[in-house]
């Protein structure tokens, strides 16, 4: 476990608010000179604090729908739970593949526009793998709200939470094949210069600015985001599925929630739970304390919870590969 001080973790939040900003208006909020801000950043990467800077893509603006799927295994060994895997990753549609412990053991998350596709891959997992599957379940994404770990900061003196939220609706945005390999190298690395994306993709610095202002405008944009491993610091990654017995109080909940410094992400998806919660705690205790906290307060609007843990991401992106 790597031991992350005040400095480090307050580095790491005002990277979740907008891994874009410049090490010099990094240092400013976190009281430390431009040379040590970057010092401390090398030292996250280099340690795996830091797994990556990611843009944060609504997707679905671009005429994309986002399918969750949930597998639980039969009889599956080590080899072919490895083969599994890596069939998921290494396929470009795929945005999010991690294994979990608890109430299912593969997670899979795959932006497609074309839901034939996705019924072809669906049917090729069944042909390869359906031996090894002993349930399956899909969902079609809604809402996405992101608030980051607001755990890190100092209880004493927090600042007021920023979220980063993404959604299945709206007009779809018409873009380029510019604006595309823009989105593509963002989403990649969110730290990436204009300078070095002009100089890919053979434009003007400004021209790169000026569409990244219009993509932000539109909405295709949603924010700039650091991804971090709790686990390299002491922290887990938990999910808890609610399922409402009075789903008018969702957004009481939801309200209620969003003041829980542990909670990172609230999903929303048509099929199986209302509410799809990420939290980060140093132990299970703690986190099913939470869970019981909010079962108390809102004990005949809860109907039931389930929950796993996440063991390890093997791909965590905002946008398909291609």
Do not use: C
């Not at 950043?41 to 800077?53: Q, S, T």
């Not at 609706?169 to 873009?175: D, F, P």
């Not at 703690?286 to 869970?291: A, E, R």
Request: net charge positive; aromatic share 14%.
């Amino acid at each position: 476990m790597i031991k992350i001080d005040i400095k480090d973790k307050k580095i790491l939040y005002h990277l979740h608010k907008d891994a874009r900003q410049s090490l010099t208006q990094i240092g400013k909020k976190v009281s430390l000179p431009k040379n040590v801000v970057s010092y401390r950043l090398n030292r996250l990467i280099k340690e795996g604090v830091i797994k990556n800077f990611s843009t944060v893509i609504d997707m679905n603006k671009l005429g994309y729908i986002m399918i969750r799927i949930h597998y639980i295994f039969h009889n599956v060994s080590p080899e072919i739970e490895k083969e599994i895997v890596n069939n998921f990753t290494n396929n470009s549609n795929t945005v999010l593949v991690a294994t979990t412990h608890g109430l299912f053991n593969l997670k899979i998350i795959i932006i497609i526009k074309d839901i034939n596709k996705f019924y072809q891959l669906w049917q090729e997992t069944q042909k390869k793998y359906g031996s090894y599957i002993q349930q399956k379940s899909t969902a079609l994404f809604v809402n996405e709200y992101y608030y980051g770990p607001y755990y890190l900061l100092d209880v004493n003196k927090k600042e007021p939470r920023s979220m980063i939220s993404k959604t299945g609706s709206g007009k779809e945005y018409k873009i380029d094949e510019l604006d595309y390999k823009i989105l593509q190298l963002l989403s990649a690395n969110a730290r990436e210069s204009l300078n070095k994306i002009a100089n890919k993709l053979s434009v003007s610095s400004t021209t790169i600015k000026n569409r990244i202002l219009k993509l932000k405008k539109a909405g295709v944009i949603r924010g700039f985001r650091v991804i971090i491993n709790p686990t390299s610091y002491g922290y887990n990654t938990y999910k808890a599925y609610l399922y409402l017995s009075d789903y008018s109080i969702k957004k009481k909940i939801v309200d209620y929630l969003k003041n829980n410094p542990n909670l990172v992400f609230i999903d929303i998806y048509a099929g199986e739970a209302d509410l799809d919660l990420e939290f980060h705690f140093e132990n299970i205790s703690n986190f099913l304390k939470s869970m019981n906290d909010l079962n108390t307060k809102y004990p005949k609007s809860i109907k039931k919870f389930e929950y796993i843990y996440i063991l390890k991401y093997y791909k965590f992106l905002y946008m398909p590969e291609k």
